[in-house]
């Protein structure tokens, strides 16, 4: 199953800045590079650290030094970079940091009159002895702990020597391999028959859309087959890095996500188009392509209140947006269906709930994007025992007070619905 998070942010100031945004847009990690002086490893607080991983429901992945060069001929350049990431192995260990992820450097080099010459190339026996005494030290500290340092093909692995080398690290099982779509994209896929060839050490995923060889596009910005990479993605269960480098351009490419996810659920589902006056145009729109100009579907929130005054809730599973989210019950009408009729449709498929219709009313109505929303509120004297949960669209259900809702939502832990304030309002 993809788990999908964001980078370190040059616009966010702070660790809880960027864990709050992680979890605001439904992101699962927080990838700390430790290339920007905050996430130095003397400067990383495990407590802290441990604190806000808690507080706001994620974990962490890291992106060691991109200057790491841990088989530098400078023997004292060397040690300290084999000391950094024994370091950050120990900070992993008791953080529960799955992935670590590196770049391969590929050195200095002399300019020939007719070619360039690496000196690792040049010295390969070298490079390799010190390579693998890196390998080896690390595959001890790492032990059992399921830690794994992924290689990226950031640069690509076109000379030779990079590729021995790759592959002498993955001989050891605490090394696994990242694959950064934009960046290979960018040199005409020309690792991709490398990184396919071992694909069983595929683990990690830097994803960004691509035009050309412009990279760090948000998702959808670019021309690149986007679904076929979180196919691959799926097949080998990787972490995903949304890696932008704004939080515009993560803003957006969650939001991509989020219809891609919603998308696998019902790929052939087709909704009525409305106008921006909500009246039908007789056309259907494929569920997960994009509406364009004044097109709109419809959507509804059905929320259930018994007569203690608790609402139900249903935890979104953990293959859609909002991963393990609370929130109503709810989703877009499909061809043909009225507001009501989709309202009731909802809950019976993601609860097992068949409420008689004239429990319900429309309490609120809005328009957002290209949809419009009812939220519906059903009176029901429903026992938790009744509530049959749908595979694949929920995992949990639980009774709420208003003031539980809200503290969820301060929490991070309810699907942000931007009229919650007036619901509960209207709800007391």
């Not at 039908?280 to 994009?290: A, C, S, V, Y």
């Not at 007070?401 to 309810?414: K, Q």
Request: net charge negative.
């Amino acid at each position: 199953m993809i788990s999908f998070g964001m980078p370190t942010l040059i616009e966010l100031n702070s660790l809880e800045e960027s864990a709050a945004l992680c979890r605001e847009l439904g992101l699962k990690f927080i990838e700390l590079n430790m290339s920007f002086p905050q996430n130095q490893l003397e400067k990383l607080d495990v407590d802290e650290l441990l604190r806000i991983k808690e507080k706001y429901g994620i974990f962490y992945t890291v992106h060691l030094d991109e200057e790491l060069n841990p088989y530098s001929l400078n023997t004292g350049v060397r040690q300290a970079y084999v000391e950094n990431v024994l370091g950050t192995v120990e900070l992993a260990r008791k953080l529960g940091i799955p992935t670590l992820n590196m770049h391969m450097l590929r050195g200095i080099y002399c300019t020939l009159p007719t070619k360039r010459v690496y000196i690792y190339e040049e010295n390969e026996p070298v490079y390799r002895e010190y390579l693998r005494q890196f390998r080896d030290r690390v595959t001890e500290a790492i032990g059992d702990s399921g830690v794994k340092i992924c290689v990226e093909n950031t640069d690509g692995f076109d000379l030779p020597f990079l590729l021995h080398g790759l592959d002498l690290l993955l001989e050891s099982p605490a090394f696994a391999m990242t694959y950064d779509i934009g960046h290979d994209y960018a040199i005409n896929c020309a690792d991709k028959p490398i990184i396919m060839e071992r694909s069983g050490h595929l683990r990690h995923m830097h994803m960004h859309d691509a035009l050309g060889t412009q990279v760090h596009l948000a998702l959808g910005d670019g021309e690149m087959d986007l679904e076929h990479y979180l196919r691959l993605a799926a097949e080998h269960d990787c972490r995903v890095v949304l890696e932008t480098k704004t939080v515009a351009a993560l803003r957006q490419s969650a939001r991509w996500v989020n219809k891609w996810l919603n998308m696998q659920s019902s790929p052939d589902e087709l909704w009525d188009v409305y106008d921006e006056n909500r009246r039908l145009t007789g056309r259907t729109h494929r569920r997960g392509d994009m509406l364009e100009g004044q097109d709109y579907h419809l959507v509804v929130h059905a929320w259930v209140r018994r007569s203690d005054g608790r609402f139900l809730l249903t935890k979104r599973a953990p293959n859609k947006g909002w991963p393990n989210m609370w929130e109503c019950t709810g989703g877009s009408a499909v061809a043909g269906e009225g507001s009501l009729t989709a309202a009731l449709r909802e809950l019976r498929e993601e609860t097992g709930l068949v409420i008689p219709p004239e429990r319900g009313r429309v309490v609120h109505s809005f328009r957002k994007d290209h949809y419009f929303c009812d939220v519906w509120l059903f009176e029901d004297d429903f026992q938790p025992e009744e509530i049959r949960l749908l595979e694949n669209e929920t995992c949990g259900a639980m009774c709420a007070t208003a003031e539980e809702i809200l503290r969820l939502r301060r929490d991070g832990l309810l699907v942000p619905y931007g009229y919650m304030d007036d619901f509960i309002r209207l709800m007391q």
